[in-house]
């Protein structure tokens, strides 16, 4: 998450925001546009190898990221936080799946506090706006209000995610409040935190850990998934 080194003006209200807090009853003393504006994109991303029973079965990029809320009459803030990677499944094979986790913020309110708004629908974009929508095998609510966990077969995620690697952006889309139309997110995969001034720390070691952890993975597999594993919480 991103790192609040002492309690300021704008760092108070924007860790009641990115720590997942609640509700932030001084709001209305502050400029709040003025202060997350530096914050909005990609907060942070790390590569998180998932394990079962002392084994890795899964690897995963797991984000934060603030975006504004276009789509909506008021000043909104969404907080996106999520993950993408690859699962092992019975029989040695490996799924692809994205989890993210919606939260909005009305800054004209005079109390706001983070709203959980689950999608209906995520999945990942390449650079040739091709997707893995059409693959994929079964949705649910995750543990965590205003999330979706959505699993996909191996091919295309895995490409999405290779395609992403290399030009250090993952790209994903996801619908808001029932919406026909999707919006597209960009995950910088360099940038390792983010402080209360925007400056952003980057480095690609999130991308090198995941790949050796997905050519240890797909070592003891077969490839392309048949089935959904069970969804992380």
């Given at each position: 998450m991103v790192l609040l080194a002492n309690f300021t003006r704008i760092g108070l209200l924007a860790a009641g925001l990115l720590v997942g807090g609640?509700?932030?009853?001084?709001?209305?003393?502050?400029?709040?546009?003025?202060?997350?504006?530096?914050?909005?994109?990609?907060?942070?991303?790390?590569?998180?190898?998932?394990?079962?029973q002392g084994e890795v079965s899964g690897c995963q990029f797991v984000f934060d990221a603030l975006v504004r809320d276009w789509e909506a009459p008021e000043e909104r803030m969404l907080k996106v936080s999520g993950s993408t990677?690859?699962?092992?499944?019975?029989?040695?094979?490996?799924?692809?799946?994205?989890?993210?986790?919606?939260?909005?913020?009305?800054?004209?309110s005079p109390e706001p506090e983070l709203v959980p708004s689950a999608p209906q629908r995520v999945y990942l974009v390449g650079s040739d706006f091709s997707t893995n929508f059409k693959t994929l095998i079964s949705t649910s609510p995750t543990d965590v209000e205003g999330g979706l966990f959505a699993m996909f077969r191996f091919s295309p995620t895995f490409n999405l995610i290779l395609?992403?690697?290399?030009?250090?952006?993952?790209?994903?889309?996801?619908?808001?409040?029932g919406g026909a139309i999707d919006?597209?997110?960009?995950?910088?995969?360099?940038?390792?935190?983010?402080?209360?001034?925007?400056?952003?720390?980057?480095?690609?070691?999130?991308?090198k850990q995941f790949a050796g952890c997905a050519a240890k993975l797909l070592r003891s597999s077969n490839g392309a998934a048949q089935v959904s594993p069970t969804p992380p919480r």
């Amino acid at each position: 998450m991103v790192l609040l080194a002492n309690f300021t003006r704008i760092g108070l209200l924007a860790a009641g925001l990115l720590v997942g807090g609640g509700r932030t009853t001084f709001a209305q003393a502050f400029d709040l546009q003025a202060g997350l504006d530096p914050l909005i994109g990609t907060l942070d991303v790390s590569a998180q190898p998932i394990f079962s029973q002392g084994e890795v079965s899964g690897c995963q990029f797991v984000f934060d990221a603030l975006v504004r809320d276009w789509e909506a009459p008021e000043e909104r803030m969404l907080k996106v936080s999520g993950s993408t990677g690859l699962m092992g499944a019975p029989n040695n094979v490996v799924a692809g799946f994205v989890k993210i986790i919606v939260r909005e913020w009305e800054l004209s309110s005079p109390e706001p506090e983070l709203v959980p708004s689950a999608p209906q629908r995520v999945y990942l974009v390449g650079s040739d706006f091709s997707t893995n929508f059409k693959t994929l095998i079964s949705t649910s609510p995750t543990d965590v209000e205003g999330g979706l966990f959505a699993m996909f077969r191996f091919s295309p995620t895995f490409n999405l995610i290779l395609d992403a690697m290399a030009r250090k952006t993952l790209s994903l889309s996801f619908n808001r409040r029932g919406g026909a139309i999707d919006r597209q997110l960009d995950v910088k995969l360099d940038v390792v935190s983010t402080d209360q001034q925007g400056l952003r720390t980057r480095s690609d070691d999130a991308t090198k850990q995941f790949a050796g952890c997905a050519a240890k993975l797909l070592r003891s597999s077969n490839g392309a998934a048949q089935v959904s594993p069970t969804p992380p919480r």
